[in-house]
């Protein structure tokens, strides 16, 4: 089935430890996209890659970087984890950057 | 400072009820616009979108959105709602001919249903 598949689906992960989400997509979209979503805040960008090899900084992007080494994967990481990254984190796609955006199912990270 | 609002975070309504979910936008252009639905413990789908032409955009499971340009709103309505509509809603933007090109959400609105 195609669409965007999400791992771990959760992760308990302690303070200073590092964790890479991964985020593959089948669709060939050439914009990818990682969001955290918090409880009230809705859901805020993290970083966005709009084609292979390009990525750049959204709303909060301190304390996570990302690669983009080709069109379908885009892993999100965490170099040193601490607790107020306990988020649910939405990798997305889309066709290109301008146009509706297709989610995964999430990763539920907990950072204690 | 572009945002997104939802003024409402959480709505109570009966099943069979009309529901007009509300959404307004602060951008110096028309943007384009989408509502997503979010289940629990699930991803965002996407309801409808909204890019240009008519300002009525009919989308999945029954519900409409009207692009109001003079009020900056692109509401979301449901003739009656299921209990099945039970979920979180999400408007959202991105800039046309934007550089950076991502959406940007509204905090979002809760929906209850009432038997």
Redesign the interface.
């Known amino acids: 089935i195609a669409g965007i598949t999400q791992a771990p689906t959760s992760q308990i992960l302690a303070a200073g430890r590092r964790m890479t989400l991964r985020c593959t997509q089948d669709m060939r979209h050439n ?1 990818m ?1 990682w ?1 955290r979503q918090d409880l ?6 993290i970083h ?1 890659s ?1 084609t292979a090899g390009t990525t ?1 900084k ?1 709303e909060v992007p301190d304390g996570y970087s990302v690669s983009r080494a080709n069109t379908d994967d885009f892993p999100l990481t965490l170099a040193s984890a601490v607790p107020s990254q306990t988020s649910v984190y ?1 990798c ?1 796609s ?1 066709v ?11 990763t539920r990270l907990t950072v204690v | 400072a572009q945002s997104v609002t939802q003024p409402d975070i959480h709505i109570t309504v009966s099943e069979g009820a009309s529901l007009e979910l509300r959404c307004n936008y602060s951008y110096g252009a028309t943007p384009y616009l989408f509502w997503y639905v979010q289940s629990p413990g699930q991803g965002l789908q996407l309801l409808l979108k909204y890019f240009s032409g008519d300002t009525l955009v009919q989308g999945i499971k029954g519900f409409e959105a009207e692009f109001k340009r003079s009020q900056s709103s692109f509401n979301l309505r449901k003739p009656s709602v299921h209990w099945s509509d039970a979920a979180e809603y999400f408007c959202a933007v991105v800039l046309y001919g934007g550089s950076q090109g991502n959406l940007i959400f509204g905090k979002g609105t809760k929906l209850s249903v009432k038997p």
């Open positions: 914009a996209y969001y009230g805040l809705g859901l805020r960008l966005y709009n750049g959204g939405f997305a889309s290109q950057a301008n146009t509706e955006a297709f989610f995964g199912q999430g």
